[in-house]
Nanobody, 121 residues
Framework: QVQLLESGGGLVQAGGSLRLSCQAS????????MGWSRQEPGKQRELVAT???????NYADAVKGRFTIARDNAENTVYLQMNSLKPEDTAVYYC???????????????WGKGTVVTVSA
C-alpha cells in the first residue's frame, strides 16, 4: 500500500518542455521500481518510462531521446523530464509503483490519480 502524488502537468506548445514529479509514501521496500504511464481519452494506457531503485531505466520507443526519467531515493520521488514535446504526447500521465525488481504493466501495485499534459501544435 503505497500512495503516489503527481504534479507538474500543464499546457505547453509543441517543442517545449515539462517536468513531472511523483512522490511516494507508505510501505516502500528498498528494492522497488517506479515509472510513468500515459493515456489519451478512449485509448489504452501505455507505459512510457520506468526506473528501478538501482537506477536502471527503460523507455518506450516513442519517447526515447526526448524524455528522461530520474529518481531521488532519499525523498522517494521520481521525475519525468519531457523535452521536445509533440501534440501526440498529450495525455493524462500516471505515476506507477511496485515493490519489485522492475516495473511492467501487469506488475503495477499502486497508481497515482494522474496529471494532465496538453501539447498544442
Amino acid at each position: 500500500q503505497v500512495q503516489l502524488l503527481e504534479s507538474g502537468g500543464g499546457l505547453v506548445q509543441a517543442g517545449g518542455s515539462l517536468r513531472l514529479s511523483c512522490q511516494a509514501s507508505g510501505s516502500i521496500l528498498s528494492i522497488n521500481a517506479m515509472g510513468w504511464s500515459r493515456q489519451e481519452p478512449g485509448k489504452q494506457r501505455e507505459l512510457v518510462a520506468t526506473i528501478t531503485s538501482g537506477g536502471h531505466t527503460n523507455y518506450a520507443d516513442a519517447v526515447k531521446g526526448r524524455f528522461t526519467i530520474a529518481r531521488d531515493n532519499a525523498e522517494n520521488t521520481v521525475y519525468l523530464q519531457m523535452n521536445s514535446l509533440k501534440p501526440e504526447d498529450t495525455a493524462v500521465y500516471y505515476c506507477a509503483f511496485a515493490n519489485s525488481w522492475f516495473l511492467y504493466d501487469g506488475g503495477v501495485e499502486s497508481w497515482g490519480k494522474g496529471t494532465v499534459v496538453t501539447v498544442s501544435a
